[in-house]
């Protein structure tokens, strides 16, 4: 068969195994050992918005990572516990993983979907105000998922709402479904992170290559981090820019006790960073920047060994494609797992998760 032949032939092709890293190295179970089941912070959830990661305390966070953890490793929990459900999945921004990961873990849990990707297409074309059209969503649909380029509009909406609503990424502000995926991702490499002690020796360092106040993924990100200060020994934000923060934000995590360091140089900190979360894209209005171009990663940059990179993706050259088959690889198990963390959360919101506790977990690896 001649090159060409298996260029044509990708299925043929294709590798038996798959091409990330990650393969065999996740962990949701290692992470159901070190969460007691406890339903009552989920039970606070129903019918509750998400619109920022500031509502989540500790307890919360770990009842979804244990749900969300019980959704990947044990398939029998899924007996379509949200059918009869309406989803209204409404996404006036593009977006690959977010729409299809929440559209995705509804339809694993059994509910119908209407799923709006053109603002144009509804009555927003003739004026109609988010106000509005949240008081017919009210109507249609059990939840609402929304992503919007402004920062107002999921507050908008919120005001004609008497259904749950989930903020799927607005503006510049918040993301924090993306930060549950995040942190998801982190304790199921290093579930001991979640004691409430940890001690000094297995604390990590995080370096996050992007802007707090203009990418609503690493805002998010670093309050919820906030929330695991006593694990963390530093957080460094690599910048060659002035204004990163907003007036409070750097304040506010500190508050937590979260240690925040700023540094131009990503190379010289790499080999001492047990996490690095990159990303240079942000969206904002109608077209999107590229921020840090000159911080990449590649399969030779000095990682830590046993690091773990995170991205949100899209990617761009900032992440070369040959860190995908290094164990430095958690991006795709970052985003394989937020189908299972917003399972987890949909079924909080809409109080269905009598229906999926309680029940034993089996692995599936
Ligand atoms: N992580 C993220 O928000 O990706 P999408 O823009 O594809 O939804």
């Known amino acids: 068969m001649t090159r060409n032949d298996e260029r044509l032939n990708p299925i043929l092709h294709h590798p038996a195994q798959p091409k990330d890293g990650t393969a065999g190295i996740e962990r949701p179970l290692a992470l159901l050992d070190h969460i007691a089941e406890d339903p009552r912070p989920l039970l606070e959830l129903v019918n509750r918005p998400i619109v920022s990661a500031r509502q989540f305390d500790r307890a919360t966070l770990a009842q979804i990572f244990r749900l969300a953890a019980q959704f990947e490793t044990t398939p029998s929990l899924v007996q379509a516990p949200l059918s009869g459900k309406i989803l209204i999945s409404a996404f006036y921004e593009p977006s690959t993983r977010t729409r299809l990961s929440f559209e995705s873990a509804w339809h694993r849990l059994g509910g119908d979907i209407m799923s709006i990707t053109d603002r144009g297409s509804t009555g927003i074309a003739k004026g109609e105000t988010l106000y509005d059209i949240g008081e017919m969503f009210n109507n249609y649909g059990d939840v609402v998922v929304l992503r919007d380029n402004a920062d ?38 290093r579930p001991e992170l979640l004691a409430d002690e940890v001690a000094p020796e297995q604390r990590i360092r995080i370096g996050v290559v992007g802007v707090p106040n203009r990418m609503r993924t690493v805002r998010s990100l670093l309050l919820l981090l906030s929330r695991y200060a006593p694990a963390i020994d530093e957080v460094v934000v690599f910048s060659r820019d002035e204004g990163i923060f907003d007036e409070g934000q750097r304040e506010e995590l500190q508050e937590h006790g979260l240690s925040i360091r700023t540094c131009e140089e990503l190379e010289p900190e790499l080999p001492g960073l047990d996490v690095v979360y990159i990303n240079a894209i942000a969206w904002v209005g109608d077209s999107f920047e590229t921020h840090g171009m000159h911080y990449a990663l590649s399969a030779a940059s000095p990682l830590k060994p046993g690091a773990i990179i995170l991205h949100p993706l899209a990617r761009g050259d900032e992440l070369a494609v040959d860190l995908d088959a290094t164990p430095h690889n958690w991006y795709f198990a970052q985003a394989r797992g937020a189908v299972f963390v917003r399972m987890a959360l949909l079924t909080s919101l809409v109080n269905r998760i009598g229906q999926v506790m309680d029940a034993p977990a089996q692995s599936l690896l």
């Open 152 to 189: 107002s509009s999921v507050y908008e909406m919120l005001d004609g709402l008497r259904i749950p609503i989930v903020n799927a990424g607005n503006g510049v502000d918040e993301h924090p479904t993306q930060a549950l995926a995040d942190l998801y991702a982190i304790f199921k490499w």
